[in-house]
């Protein structure tokens, strides 16, 4: 199975990742991107950082498997996506709607899951904490509407998955895996 995690930025997709590596086993594959680290990312595990550059060069080489370019910078998998995918293993991604949606037209056995904030003020606050630039903020909220929008079309919508406890997520997971294995 592969389980595409999406959502506005600031939502907790990275806490939902975490959950279904240590709780369900499945194998994180880790997306590049052109976007500077934050503090406490770790290169990697969090995200491959790459320049400009060199993410088109893997566009120009046919090595990626899916990209877009969004809030001013590039996001996308290398090919190890696919080969993990058609390995059979239990596979989870995070991804922005738009590529989140793409991806899961090319291949079976998808679970698409949006996270929903509990509220955009809330959002908006996780934001401001990022020290993004105004014009990055701008960028942001713009896309939050574009995530919320695109969210209709993913199978399952984990509404206040910021704000809820670790314990009931996990559940929540669980009873989602459990519906579409």
């Known amino acids: 199975m592969l389980l595409i995690i999406s959502g506005p930025s600031g939502v907790g997709k990275s806490r939902l990742l975490d959950l279904a590596e240590r709780a369900f086993g499945f194998r994180r594959v880790v997306p590049l991107t052109t976007r500077p680290s934050r503090i406490g990312e770790k290169a990697g595990h969090d995200y491959r950082f790459v320049s400009k550059e060199q993410f088109c060069q893997l566009i120009s080489d046919d090595l990626l498997t899916a990209w877009d370019f969004v809030l001013g910078n590039y996001y996308g998998y290398s090919k190890d996506l696919a080969e993990s995918v058609k390995s059979g293993e239990n596979i989870v991604i995070q991804a922005l709607s738009r590529m989140a949606l793409r991806i899961a037209a090319t291949y079976s056995d998808v679970l698409l899951v949006s996270l929903r904030p509990n509220s955009d003020l809330m959002l908006e ?5 990022r020290s993004y630039t105004t014009s990055e903020l701008s ?5 939050r509407e574009e995530e919320i929008e695109l969210s209709r079309l993913f199978h399952v919508i984990i509404d206040n998955a ?4 670790t314990g009931e997520l996990t559940k929540t997971l669980a009873d989602v895996i459990n519906r579409f294995v």
Not at 125 to 129: A, D, K, M, V, Y
């Open 162 to 165: 910021d704000i809820t406890p």
């Open 125 to 129: 606050n996780r934001l401001t904490e």
């Open 139 to 143: 960028l942001r909220r713009a896309h």
